[in-house]
Each structure stands twice: as structure tokens, then as C-alpha cells.
């Protein structure tokens, strides 16, 4: 017998997540690139599940068709009929299947398509359907049939068709007689506008990646030159509005299964909530990162996208910003943390985080001291979080005075620390270390979700987001110490709920801390750092919003933590 | 008309990447959980471009198969030659596709299979085969025909087989007339050498995943409790090597397609360059991960695994390590710093660099001055980055010690990046700042390549291996500094190719920076927290071994950054 080695297998940590699911029906292309399986690779890559019924199989690579076999009629009801089953009936609550995305149909695959539309519309499946009727190598996908059952039953019912630009053309001429001329971006606005109507889909996108235009807006007549711009046109029926996502043009030679693949990603997009807006500029990011990031070009034809690339969240990276916003911020604001602490979502909350009631309760000795000696434990744990996101701040901080100044506020937080524990150790005996935070310290659900927010933020976000998600806390402290320290200089000085005198020296030294000279000048320091920083990017209103968003989100995140200690006093 | 918004998107950055390719052939499984479709999506989360040429579509979902269709085998002949000619054909170099997997195989797809397999071999394309015989759910998957076209030409084809337990039992009963009795792990040891003599495949993997043992190695007779554990069993016939690899038991209902994605996901692997020591613990972490990896269960039999994770590529991580290992570091070779410097890989690489001749050069004011500026000026660039990588250190560090050391030892660069800045503004008026990195520093490849393998590290690596890659600057230099130090002592302050006592002071104190008492303490405190680092930890052999890798290449790229100045001298 040979010799056997045993090897012990960790077990993997894994936080589990739910998977929204999109079904697609459409053709396979055995070369990977398109099709099917263009489709389930873009899924999964969203954090998707991707299902399928595949109407049929093309033996085809990166040069052209080959072959087709197409899939009976019945087999494709059955397929339909058994991922139904599986994923839309028989859930207690909402089921995993959000969006049925559409390729290249056969007449088969339209017509039990056609079957289900109603079912699909009723159980609250969208329909994102993408018209393949002419692949990238110029061959017409579809017959006559098909497109008559799309425009009698199908294209109604679809929440977003997605023609590209050469299949808009078509299908408005298929219905109208006549392709229509379009030699602007006012051209096609107009166009897109009288397609809805015809095709009644709620949503309409013209893909435009192989068309490229000058920069003002006329068609371009060469497909070289570096002022050219694509624009993908979004027309929403229900809000009647247009929007042009302009990008620059990318020459590349990876664009097999370019369509199928924005599609797709759109689909995912839609199935992980988001709306349009955000959905169509995140897969065109996809879609464009997909050409940009193969190293050489697979197969000889046009090659394929990379689809292993994982999809892009955050919508306002995607988006160019823009010079008047951030003057907005400095001149009608007055600086960007005067901004969001005034800000309409975020006024109320800030108010009561920074005149929280623990404040007032320390300020007049009435906080229970064991509440106290909690808070101070959470406050720790916290803080080692807080120095850790000061870490991933340094990491992609963009100038390194700002490296550097990363370093000193986890110098100055750990400092902090260290007050805190002198605060329990040299009065109280209780002294920990970093490997006894999760027993010892025993965090509050309310602290774990704070710290699981920062982390989240530090390993997605920019230099910018992590700035503004340690702001409320950096600035809020300094706003409490203030607001604390009035209500003590007018406090009597009755021990209140307290035992000693010691106890309350504690929670005056607390509040001394945060009014101190070198609190308020790394207060002073974190609202210019905040402001620099800003004015360094161009910022879109997007992520205005989203930056909005986090900042109130760790407002509210700040007084549950303090909720956390005064809700049952 | 409605109103037309304009939205600018911004081009994504990317670096662009390889893929090697594996083609799957396999039935399809609408419900998207196994099958084509769970290859495609875990050959796509491992890097890896995926092809296909699908034997069957099956209609079925996670309760069971209703129907398939089998595709014509004269459409797999030309699916399979229009992949060939795309992914195979026509390349200078190598060509993309590594790895052919195969799953569930009709008679036409084993019949296809079986005529080019002579093909692929000739052309190092690996067959993985997976011999779908048996689903989860029971139903036998194959006929009879097909299993002897496995036999009489496949199998001995392969580069690994991968059936499942059952499976395995099956085969060798196919073959053997008899299928043999397996109770202990010592049995199953015995039973997969004699399969490997039956099948004639390369290597032989017995995928346990269903199966619990007991923790000494009998068939456990019920499928619960904590001791169970799952043993995964590899035999590579030309090492005649048997590797167990054990984990702990997995109670889950997401189980539909673990087989298949297992397979692909060594496939991948494999394709990706990794050994099958390498690529089967990663690939049991990739469908562990899966398994847990999902918050509700997806349809309404055995459920799908999650194939959205991304695949770890770290085989270290995966492994448990052991005791004796970390005592032999300490008590065998001094300590980490010292095992790793006199590592046979790297013993020669440490002296190369630490006595490279750039620091005999500049010691006997030998090396012109003007490459010394450049030098300069590249490692501000790279000091900039190694305090980057130190933040991601303070994000990932175990203790809040060493967040604060982390901190510290960026301000010690800093405090470094200003000594540079000094020497180089007060004597020849040249200054900088980050905004300038770019343009002004003109980074050579060299300090580039190092740049990028630090980021790489710290993204990739937990806290040892960012440590590990740090080692060889914060020690190289301490000991380089040593070495210029003394020859300088013995030089006779001639100013050789310099032009001033200026110049020559610049190198006395550079290499004074290097010995200096701050920079000798920095020295030791690093030797300290390696050490201290590696004992907090179960270390195993393998990850030992990427840990000299990290330190090895480290090594090599401090070289390489310096040979850039002096190879021109």
C-alpha cells in the first residue's frame, strides 16, 4: 500500500447571505462568450442565482454560427414549468424569483413565453427582454413569427426591452414600414420616445456600445478618434423621462456577447432591487470593465468580455461629478460637515445623538455607575474598530500628509483607550486586553452592528466614504462634550445616583475629554481633512446621496448605542 | 417630449488579466444548481472562462429530473470542433483551454468524448471527469454503453476521475462483478488503489462529501453528531500518494450540484496552474463556503450551494496547522526572521541583497550621485506604498498592541519619506508631493512591480502575511546598513565619482539612517512581532511554505529595485 498523508480541512467562516434569482430564456453559445452562458456568468457574478431554460443550441465560437438545434416546445413548457414550481410557488414569504430575462427566442421559446407573460406579471417576475435579432456578426437570430408574437404579447409585458441601437432601427421598421433616420442624439431621443410607444414596454434602454458619437451629439462617421462618446438611452414610460448615459468609447476587440451580457447585468441589477437609474450605469461599468480587463484576446473572431470580474455596488463611482456641487457644498453649506449635520434627513437624528440623554445623565451624576463601566467596555471594543477603519483609510488615502495623518488619529484613538481602561483599571481593578474584548467585553448587539458598518464601509468604500463615515462619531463626541459640560457647570454637584466622589470625577474627566484642547483641535482637523477631501474628487449628486446616507446611517447607529445604556433607566 | 437627463460615467480602471479556459461538457440543469450551469458559475468565480458543449437539457428542478432531451451527437462533434478550433488552434504561444470536464454524459456525448481524447491529450489539455452515475436524489443517470466507452477509453484518458462514494463503489462493482465492502477509511484507502488499477485515470479522487466517519475512521451509522467528520480521498498513482483530506461534517440541505461543482472547482483550479494538493483543498473550501454560504434555502427539495463566493486561492488558509511546527521555528532556527533568511530557497537571495553592490557604491562614494537622487526618488514612491500596506495591517491586526505598533511604524516611514525629502530639497532643491508621484517620481518597472506585490499581499493575506512581506525591507536594510557602515569605516573619505563633500555626507547618512539606534530598535521590535505573530497562530506546512514564497519573491523584488540603479554602472 503507497503511503497516506492526512490533511484536516478548516471549516470556512462565512456570514450567509439570500440570493434573489433570475431565470433566463434564452439560446446557448457553446464558446462561452454570449448567450446562456454569457447570461449565468453575469448572474452569478452579481451575487445572483441565475436558472435557465435554454431555447437552443448553437455550435458557434468567436467567428460565427455554426448550427443551431432548437429545443422542442414541450420541453421548454416543462423547463418553465418545473423552475416555476421551484422557484415563484409554494413560499411562506416572498420568493426568490425577481426577473425573467429573455435572449435570442425561437419560435418555440416566444410562444410558451407568450404563455406565461400573465404569470409572470401577476407574481410580480419583471421582465427585462433583450430583442437579439442581429448577433455582432451580422446574422438575423430571428424569423417573422417571433417578432410578431413579441409585438403581440411579449414586449407589453415587459418591465425593460433592450435593443441595441441596429435593433431599435429594426423594430421600429418592422412595425412602421420604414426605418427611421437618425443622424443625432436628438434623433434617437426622439426615437426612443416613438419605440416605446410602439413596442409598450414600461421601460425602453437603446443600447448604443457599437455606435459611437462625436461630442456634440452628431454620429460619428469614423469608429476611431479620442472625442467619441457612446451613449446608452434610457426612456422610462411611467415618469416620461430620458436619460443618456454617456461614456467614452471604447475600441476593443472583446465585445462577443456584449449585449447579451449588459442585458443580463441588468437583469441582476433589477433582481437585487435596484431601480434603473442606478441599475443601467452599474452595468454599463460592468460591461465596459469586462472589455478593458483581459490581458490577451480569447478565440480568433471578435473575442469574448471578461465576465469574472465581481459587479460594482456603488453606483456613484460609476458616475462623473460635477465642479458646481462642490462649490455648492463650500459656499451655501459652508463646508461638507455643516452640510450633512444639517441636512434634512439628518437634522433631527443629529440633534438627538449629540444631546443624547447618556450626556445629560453623566452631566448630573445620573447614570448608574455599572451603565457607566458598560459603556466604557462597548466604547473599547468599539474603538478598536474605529482604530482599525483608521488603518484601511491609510491604505487608500490619497496624499501621504494623509497617510500620515491616518496614523496619528489611530495614535490618538488608542490613547483614548488607554484612558478609558486607566478610567476601570486604576479605580476599579478591570483591566482587559484585545483577547479578552469578545468575552470580557461581551459586545451589545447595537456596538457589533456599529463596528460591522465601519468594517463594511472601510473594505468597499473610498478614502472619502471611510472619511465620512468616522465623521459623525470624531464630531459628534466634540458636539456631546460641549452640550455635556454647559449642563455640568451648572450642576450642583450632588453625587446624584453615584457613591463616591471618585465616580463622579470620572464622568467629569469623560466630559473633560471631549472639550479638551487636543479633542477640539483633531475636531478642527477632521472637518478640514473632510473638506479637502471633497474638494479634491469631483462629486456627483449620486454620491452626495450616498455619502448622505452613511453619515445618517452612523448618526442613527451612534444613538442606539447610547440607547443600548439609558433605555432601561 | 419628455425631459432628457445627461449622465456622464466615468471609464473604469482596470489591470488587465489571463484566463485559461476549461470546457465543460455536461447536461444542463435548468434549475441551475448542477450540472452545466453550476460549472459555468464556478469556473467563472475561480478566473477561469468557461466553455461549453451540453449533452442534454434536462427539465428538472431541486425535486427531481421530469425530462431530457439529448442533443444529436453529430451537433456535439461540431459544437466540440468549433471550440477546438477557437480555444485550441491557431495560438503562438499556449492556447487558453487547460481543462475538459466532463459530468453527466449521454452514449453521443461519451461517444464524441471518446474520439478526441487522443486529441486533447496531444494538445496538454487535462480531462477532468466527473462520472455522474447517480444524482443526489437517486436517479441513475447513465446507461450501459456509455459506462464502457468510459472504461474502455475515457478513464484511461484522464487526468482525474472524481466519482462520489457511491459512485466509486459502483464502478469498481461494474468492473469487478462485485461491489466491495467498504466500513473503515483503511477500507476506502485499499478499495481507491485497486479503482485507479481498474480505471487507469491518472489520479483518482473519492469525493466524500456525503458520507460521515467517525473520528476513528469507521462508517458512521447515523448522520449526525459533532464528531463526525467527511473524508475526500486522493490518490495520485505516478506519486503513489494517498491523501485524505478530512473536515468537519456539513448538516445542510443545500447539497443539490455539490458533486458537479466540486469537480469543476478542482477543474478550475487545476486550469488555473494549481497541483491537485493544492486545487482539492480549495476546492472542498470553495463548496464548504457554498454550503453555508446561503441565509434561506433555494427551492423546495435539496436546495443549490451558493457558487457566488469567490474562490480562495490561499491553499494555507484552508489547512489546520500544528504545534510542533511553530516550536521547531522557534527552537530549531532561532525564530522566523531566521528561518526564513536561511531558507535554502532564499539563503543566497538574502545575501544578494543585503550586500548588493549598491551599498558597497554608495560607501565608497562610488555610485554617481545622480542615480543616487533616482534612487531616492523611487523609494519615497515605494515608502508611500509600505505605509499603505501597514494600514491594511493596522485593519487586519489581532491585538490592539499591534494596531498601535502599526500606526507607529507608519510614522516612522513617514518620519523616513522627510529625511529623503530633506536630503534631496535642502541640498538640491528638489521637492514633491504625493500629486506628483506619477510625473515627477517616474516610478521604473522594478519599484512598480514591488509596489503592486505589496498591495497584493495586504489585500490578499491576513495580518502573518502582510508581516512576512514587510520583513525584508524593515531586517535588509538594518543589516545592508551594517554592511555599507563597515565598508565606509574602512574607506579612505576619498570622494570618488562625487563632486562634493555635500554629496558624500548625503551617503554617510543615509547609511547612518540604517544603523541608527531608532532604526536598530524598529529592527528588533519587527524580529519580535514576527515571532510573536506566528505563535498566536496554528501554522501548517503549506502555509509555511507560502509565507517563504512571500518572503523569497520580497527579497528578490528589493533586489531587483536595486539592480535598476547599478546595472547601468
Redesign the interface.
Known amino acids: ?12 467562516q ?6 434573489p ?1 433570475v431565470l433566463t430564456v434564452a439560446g ?1 453559445d ?3 462568450g454570449a448567450g446562456i ?1 454569457a447570461d ?2 453575469t448572474i ?2 452579481h ?8 431555447a437552443a ?1 448553437t ?5 460565427g454560427v ?2 443551431v ?1 432548437q ?2 416546445i414541450e ?1 421548454l413548457r ?2 418553465l ?3 416555476f ?3 415563484v410557488e ?1 413560499y411562506k414569504g416572498e420568493h ?1 424569483l425577481k426577473v425573467v430575462k429573455t435572449g435570442m427566442l425561437t419560435e418555440a421559446a416566444a410562444t410558451v413565453l407568450s404563455e406565461n407573460v400573465d404569470y409572470l406579471n401577476k407574481n410580480d417576475v419583471k421582465i427585462v427582454m433583450d430583442p437579439v435579432m442581429v448577433s455582432t456578426s451580422g446574422v438575423t437570430l430571428t424569423d417573422n413569427k417571433t417578432v410578431q408574437l413579441c409585438f403581440d404579447k411579449i414586449f407589453p409585458s415587459t418591465f425593460l426591452c433592450t435593443p441595441n441601437y441596429v435593433e431599435a432601427l429594426q423594430l421600429y421598421g418592422a412595425k412602421e414600414g420604414k426605418e427611421p433616420e437618425v443622424k443625432s442624439l436628438a434623433d434617437l ?2 426615437l426612443i ?1 416613438a419605440l416605446q410607444q410602439v413596442l409598450k414596454c414600461q421601460n425602453l434602454l437603446v443600447k448604443g456600445g457599437h455606435i459611437p458619437w462625436t461630442k456634440d451629439g452628431k454620429l460619428a462617421e469614423q469608429k476611431n478618434g479620442d472625442d467619441l462618446v457612446i451613449a446608452d438611452v434610457l ?1 422610462e414610460s411611467k415618469e ?9 468609447y ?1 475600441s476593443s476587440e472583446n465585445t462577443h456577447g456584449t449585449g447579451c451580457t449588459l442585458a443580463s447585468s441588468i437583469a441582476s441589477n433589477v433582481a437585487k432591487g435596484f431601480t434603473l437609474q442606478q441599475a443601467v ?1 452599474l452595468s ?2 460592468y460591461i ?2 469586462g472589455m ?5 484576446k ?4 471578435h473575442g ?1 468580455v ?5 459587479a460594482n455596488n456603488s453606483v456613484q ?4 461629478g460635477s465642479d458646481s456641487l462642490k462649490s455648492d457644498l463650500k459656499e451655501k453649506h459652508g463646508g461638507a460637515l455643516s452640510f450633512f449635520k444639517n441636512h434634512e434627513l439628518i437634522k433631527d437624528n443629529w440633534k438627538r445623538y449629540t444631546e443624547h440623554r447618556f450626556v445629560e445623565l453623566v452631566a448630573t451624576n445620573k447614570l448608574p455607575f455599572d451603565k457607566f463601566l458598560f459603556y466604557l467596555k462597548q466604547d473599547v471594543y468599539y474603538l ?1 474598530n474605529y ?15 494623509q ?2 495623518a ?3 488619529v ?2 490618538n484613538i ?1 490613547k483614548e ?1 488607554e484612558r478609558h481602561k486607566a478610567k476601570l483599571l486604576k479605580k476599579y481593578n478591570i483591566d482587559f ?3 479578552d474584548l469578545d468575552s470580557e467585553l461581551q459586545p451589545a448587539k447595537p456596538c457589533i452592528a456599529y463596528c460591522d458598518y465601519l468594517l463594511k464601509v ?1 473594505k468597499t468604500q473610498d478614502f472619502l466614504g471611510i472619511k465620512v463615515a468616522v465623521a459623525p462619531c470624531l464630531h459628534g463626541y466634540a458636539e456631546a462634550g460641549i452640550y455635556g459640560s454647559k449642563i455640568r457647570a451648572q450642576h450642583d454637584g450632588s453625587l446624584g445616583v453615584l457613591s463616591s466622589i471618585d465616580e463622579s470625577e470620572v464622568y467629569g474627566s469623560w466630559l473633560d475629554d471631549y472639550t479638551s484642547d487636543w479633542y477640539t483641535e483633531a475636531n478642527e482637523i477632521g472637518i478640514k481633512v473632510l473638506d479637502d477631501t471633497i474638494a479634491a474628487v469631483d462629486i456627483s449628486e449620486q454620491r452626495l446621496d450616498e455619502l448622505t446616507k452613511i453619515f445618517n446611517d452612523v448618526t442613527l447607529l451612534e444613538i442606539a448605542f447610547w440607547d443600548e445604556i439609558t433605555e432601561t433607566i
Open positions: 500500500m503507497p503511503k497516506t498523508t492526512y490533511i484536516e480541512l478548516l471549516s470556512p462565512v456570514t450567509p447571505k439570500s440570493l434569482a446557448s457553446s464558446s462561452g452562458e449565468i456568468k452569478n457574478a451575487g445572483v442565482y441565475g436558472l435557465t431554460c435554454i443550441l455550435a458557434q465560437n468567436t467567428s455554426e448550427a438545434e429545443t422542442p420541453h416543462k423547463i414549468k418545473k423552475n414550481d421551484d422557484f409554494g426568490p431621443e426622439k420616445v426612456y416620461d423621462r430620458i436619460t443618456v448615459f454617456k461614456s467614452p471604447i450605469p454599463i461599468n465596459h470593465t478593458l480587463s483581459l490581458a490577451s480569447l478565440g480568433h473572431g469574448p471578461d465576465h469574472t470580474n465581481i463611482t460609476v458616475i462623473k478598536v482604530a482599525q477603519i483608521h488603518g484601511l483609510a491609510a491604505s487608500v488615502a490619497p496624499s501621504y500628509e497617510i500620515h491616518q496614523a496619528e489611530i495614535d488608542m483607550i486586553d484585545k483577547a472601510g
